[in-house]
């Protein structure tokens, strides 16, 4: 999504390093790997959100944030290691 020459890889890099770090300061962060597929997916917390018990997986516009929402170790670790139940909005036909 990213104009290619407007993109600092360094800087990404160090950004997406430090977020869960500030973040753990205050809650819980957990960090995927990330995933060629995925390009812009550095920081994917507007396509899976949680609430009491369950995860929600959005509905995303644009081709690139729909594979993120597809991203099986993302949707195994709510739904496998936290035993969340899933709320997949990502197939609706409307945003």
């Known amino acids: ?28 962060a957990v960090c995927f790997a990330g995933n060629p597929d995925t390009p ?17 997986v959005g509905r995303m516009r644009h081709e690139v944030r729909q594979r993120e929402a597809a991203r099986g170790d993302i949707r195994g670790f709510f739904g496998g290691v936290l035993d969340y139940a899933e709320i997949d909005l990502s197939q609706q036909p409307h945003p």
């Not at 920081?43 to 959100?49: D, E, I, K, R, S």
């Open 40 to 56: 812009d997916a550095l920081f994917p917390n507007n396509v899976f959100g949680t609430a009491a018990g369950r995860y929600i």
């Open 1 to 28: 999504m990213a104009v290619v020459g407007d993109f600092d890889a360094g800087r990404a890099s160090m950004q997406h390093r430090e977020l869960p770090r500030a973040i753990s300061s205050a809650i819980p």
